[in-house]
């Protein structure tokens, strides 16, 4: 029995086979770096978000005169105001699916992937980043100058004014859902540069900060222009010192230059293993059958 | 008798090799979805900059006065291009921040100016028209090139950003400060521009512009904004030299110091 | 997720069929969102009248009236002491554009200085611009507290075949437009920036394998920073050298030149003018009584606003209340006529006899709270109860007498 417990040396754990190294089908013309392969969506998404913003601003070339001119009716309570119910639930719906989604399907990724693959998911993650990027375009530049030209219409009534809406209560928050999505696709699918063993990187609390930051900075806004604080508030001065934190916040952004920085490092890494790997498997020049003179 | 050879530079040609060096999978497409998705940003880290610092300056004709337009716009619009010449010289030792930066913020304004101030307000271009930083950025650009010091192009540059940044847009804005005689009162084409076209929350005396200087100066007040207006710059091309290092490139210096 | 994007379609289709359905006729344009003292106590306005309400591009209409900076002017706007004014239009748009402006006979083309008890005839000749219908009112814009806006008028502008032209002449004799003058010089010139800017850009970024961007990463990573390895490692070489002071030659070029022929061909231009003129003072009013408001009484069950005010005939001949305005609102005393547009209202005053000269009475106005509430000038709920405004009252020679009140609200109940 003491011979059955310890075990003798004839019997050996069995081995243990190594996971297999995940290769994505070989199909042409959606290769990892082919436009339908991992570039796909950073194509796509993009496209999306610019689609969004001029369907919105085509709404508007119809619904704001008269309709989005006067807070206090009826019109504008079905036309706008439900509107920033329909953007908060939207982009709130959205960002649970799609984080959701990231997080479930990377637990259930294979451990082991191919460069090719890896090479494929940085393609795709530089796909995510061109979406954050397109979308603080459009939160921080698109829309804003549509505030400004639409302030010389009207009277400043409600902090829901047709362009507030889609600036501050869907691309905004969509910002953050972006910038956080992104982050948690380098996390579950790039181990190697954003994996859980490597800390939270600076490059991504700097451009999660800068969203984070922005949507908090509507509040004070409001409250600037409502308190007429310091005698500013009033008068639509675009350069007013309470929009001074916008840009600010936004400078934290910054960081996403780093991620191209990171992930490009890490190409690097990809491509010299795969020299090496083809230096080590080139076929070796037969030895040499004549004698040195 | 012993030949000279020429001296091989190995560490260059190491270099080069490595410049040269053919790719697996990094192929031009990731060039262009570099250039391309970064514009949006970098386009919109600048508009959000100069439209927050001095964005009323640039909206209407009659705001771009000789004494505050000059010295508060180099300021505002300098940073971000300073960052990102910090951030494309290091990473690619290319001169191309500043143009780059001056590009994408041309359609971010003109998208703007087009879309939102004329078709959607209606008001005239040429009343609501934006100010170019392409000149300024293509000669400050030369400068990094060819002085590779970013101390030098922060003085020099910012001369060149402020005073290219002046005579390019002077030339758009002359046509509109020519006198007329408007409600018997003697006003520039501007102001008229100001008076006609209403803006029902940019009452006249909102705007920030000269109101007769106590002292010209003898007509020099311009080029005393212009003189301000570069000290500014340089200001201003630090907190872009800052933002470019400790925010862009500081997170991965710990991966570059690998290599 | 189903049912969010079925709610979410209906709430919209519901919001497209609204878009069917005529605009609420009182059309404000944002003034609703001021607080009730914000209105009641900085303006009065009075006879404000458009004189079209149809015309097409090209033509004018004058926009007339009286606006008073009331005695009773809030002392957290502008610190209690409004100073600089600007008399403007609230228009969805640049729809008209401005041409003239009178201020009590005075041109006022920019912004005048101005006063707690004030008063203002404004004469403002509007262009009409952009074909459509479209919502106007006259404002002041006061420093430091925005803009008060009087009572709007729907105005529809027809198109005209030759369009809208904002014809001006120039000092030195030439005539333009103000609507497309210089538009050549701006889109030209900008295009031509544009084109310099991608030529540097495309230059730096398109040729063939030696412009590779990503790559360079590696090698730029290993020179330190003021060195950029010459032509031996070929980052930067001599012919990008050399295109690049091609461009820049370029630009520079096309900026000292188009500066040098711009100064030239626009000789004689002159600084952006500031021109604030004092107007001056409104020619001197009727004055036939003297008013002190003593009481605001809102009954919620009947909802009615009652103003009580304390009026002593100063004059020879008897008089009777004619309206009370308050806001960018007129009630009009049923004896005084019947009311017109959107902003006139009848009130009851009581007692309906005139006021004998030399007597003082007590009279009452009431109001309708619907009007009021509707438009928020009830402050209930607010940080402010008083009710202010401007009570008119005229002698049987139509003399006319505004005299400002202001007095505490007091509701009967909560």
């Known amino acids: 029995m003491t011979e059955q417990l310890t075990g003798t040396t004839e019997q050996q754990a069995p081995e243990r086979a190594a996971p297999a190294v995940y290769d994505p089908p070989d199909i042409p013309g959606k290769g990892p770096t082919d436009w339908g392969g991992g570039w796909k969506w950073g194509i796509i998404s993009p496209l999306i978000l610019l689609g969004l913003a001029i369907a919105i601003r085509v709404y508007q070339a119809f619904a704001v005169f008269p309709w989005g001119l006067d807070s206090s009716t009826d019109h504008f309570f079905w036309m706008w105001r439900m509107l920033v119910v329909a953007f908060l639930l939207g982009v709130g719906i959205f960002t649970v699916l799609w984080w959701r989604w990231i997080l479930n399907t990377g637990r259930e990724l294979p451990a082991r992937f191919s460069r090719r693959e890896e090479v494929r998911r940085i393609a795709v993650f530089w796909g995510l980043i061109g979406a954050t990027s397109v979308n603080l375009y459009i939160e921080a530049s698109f829309w804003p100058n549509e505030d400004g030209a639409f302030h010389q219409t009207l009277v400043r009534d409600t902090a829901f004014t047709v362009a507030h809406i889609p600036m501050f209560y869907l691309f905004f928050p969509l910002g953050v859902t972006l910038a956080v999505g992104t982050y948690l696709y380098g996390r579950t699918r790039i181990p190697a540069v954003y994996g859980a063993d490597k800390g939270f990187p600076w490059s991504f609390f700097l451009l999660i900060s800068a969203t984070v930051t922005e949507v908090a900075q509507v509040a004070m806004n409001e409250w600037g222009h409502s308190v007429n604080l310091g005698n500013a508030g009033a008068e639509e001065f675009f350069a007013v010192w309470f929009h001074w934190p916008f840009v600010l916040y936004g400078w934290l952004a910054s960081g996403i230059f780093a991620l191209w920085g990171e992930t490009i490092l890490r190409l690097y890494v990809i491509e010299d293993e795969e020299a090496a790997d083809a230096h080590d498997t080139a076929p070796k020049s037969a030895p040499s059958t004549t004698a040195p003179v | ?259 | 997720m189903r049912r969010f994007v079925v709610m979410t379609l209906a709430a919209l289709l519901g919001a497209a069929a609204m878009m069917g359905v005529r605009a609420t006729s009182v059309s404000a344009h944002g003034e609703i969102a001021q607080e009730g003292f914000v209105r009641m106590q900085s303006v009065g306005w009075w006879d404000v009248k458009f004189s079209k309400t149809s015309l097409a591009q090209n033509e004018n209409l004058n926009l007339t009236g009286t606006a008073k900076i009331l005695e009773t002017w809030p002392a957290n706007m502008s610190d209690g002491n409004p100073k600089i004014c600007y008399f403007t239009v609230i228009e969805p748009g640049a729809r008209f554009v401005l041409v003239d402006r009178k201020i009590n006979g005075m041109e006022a083309p920019q912004s005048f200085f101005c006063q707690k008890g004030d008063v203002y005839n404004f004469n403002m000749t509007l262009r009409a611009r952009d074909p459509g219908n479209w919502h106007v009112h006259p404002a002041i814009a006061v420093k430091e507290s925005g803009s008060l806006i009087g009572p709007g008028q729907y105005i529809d502008i027809n198109s005209s075949p030759d369009g809208f032209s904002f014809p001006i002449t120039l000092l030195n004799g030439k005539n333009i437009d103000v609507e497309s003058y210089g538009t050549w010089l701006v889109l030209g010139f900008s295009a031509v920036t544009l084109v310099l800017g991608m030529w540097w850009m495309l230059f730096w970024t398109v040729p063939g394998g030696r412009k590779r961007t990503i790559t360079r990463l590696r090698v730029a990573n290993e020179l330190p920073l003021n060195q950029d390895g010459g032509p031996a490692v070929n980052l930067i070489t001599k012919s990008d050298h050399r295109q690049c002071e091609l461009i820049a030659g370029v630009t520079v070029a096309l900026t000292v030149v188009g500066f040098i022929w711009a100064s030239v061909h626009y000789s004689g231009n002159i600084p952006l003018q500031v021109d604030w003129v004092t107007p001056p003072a409104a020619p001197a009013q009727a004055q036939l009584t003297s008013a002190t408001a003593s009481n605001a009484i809102y009954d919620p069950s009947a909802d009615t606003l009652k103003v009580i005010t304390s009026v002593t005939n100063t004059s020879k001949s008897p008089v009777t209340v004619n309206a009370f305005r308050t806001g960018n609102l007129t009630f009009l005393n049923p004896s005084n006529g019947l009311p017109h547009g959107d902003y006139e209202f009848q009130m009851k005053v009581s007692p309906q006899e005139p006021i004998a000269p030399g007597a003082t009475q007590d009279v009452t106005v009431t109001i309708p709270g619907n009007v009021l509430r509707q438009q928020e000038l009830l402050p209930l709920g607010q940080a402010q109860y008083v009710v202010a405004g401007v009570l008119e009252l005229a002698d049987s020679n139509g003399n006319r007498n505004f005299d400002t009140i202001q007095t505490s609200l007091n509701p009967t109940s909560t």
């Not at chain 2, 949006?40 to 209407?60: C, K, P, Q, S, Y």
């Not at chain 2, 084409?189 to 929350?201: K, N, P, S, T």
């Not at chain 2, 290092?245 to 991965?252: D, M, S």
Request: aromatic residues 18%; contains cysteine.
């Open chain 2, 1 to 259: 008798m012993a030949t000279a050879t020429p001296t091989i530079d190995l560490e260059a040609l190491r270099l080069r090799e490595i410049a040269e060096r053919p790719y697996k999978f990094i192929d031009r497409k990731w060039d262009f979805m570099f250039w391309v998705t970064a514009g949006f940003v970098v386009g919109a880290a600048a508009n959000i900059t100069h439209l927050l610092f001095a964005g009323d300056w640039d909206f209407w004709t009659d705001w771009k006065d000789r004494q505050w337009w000059m010295t508060i716009t180099p300021f505002a619009t300098i940073i971000i291009p300073s960052a990102l010449q910090f951030i494309q010289w290091r990473a690619w030792r290319m001169p191309t921040g500043a143009t780059y930066t001056a590009v994408c913020l041309f359609f971010c304004t003109w998208i703007g100016r087009l879309l939102q101030w004329k078709y959607f307000i209606n008001m005239p271009i040429n009343f609501v028209w934006s100010a170019t930083w392409i000149p300024a950025g293509i000669i400050t650009d030369l400068v990094l090139l060819k002085s590779r010091s970013f101390i030098l192009t922060a003085l020099i540059g910012s001369a060149t950003w402020t005073m290219a940044f002046w005579m390019s847009n002077y030339i758009m804005m002359l046509p509109y400060l020519q006198p007329t005689s408007f409600m018997n009162h003697t006003l520039t084409v501007a102001d008229v521009q100001g008076i006609g076209y209403i803006r029902a929350q940019t009452p006249e005396y909102l705007r920030i512009i000269e109101h007769g200087s106590l002292r010209t100066f003898l007509q020099e007040t311009q080029y005393v904004s212009l003189a301000f207006g570069t000290t500014l710059c340089v200001f201003g091309y630090g907190i872009g030299q800052f933002l470019g290092r400790k925010l862009a490139v500081g997170p991965i210096f710990r991966y570059l110091k690998q290599y």
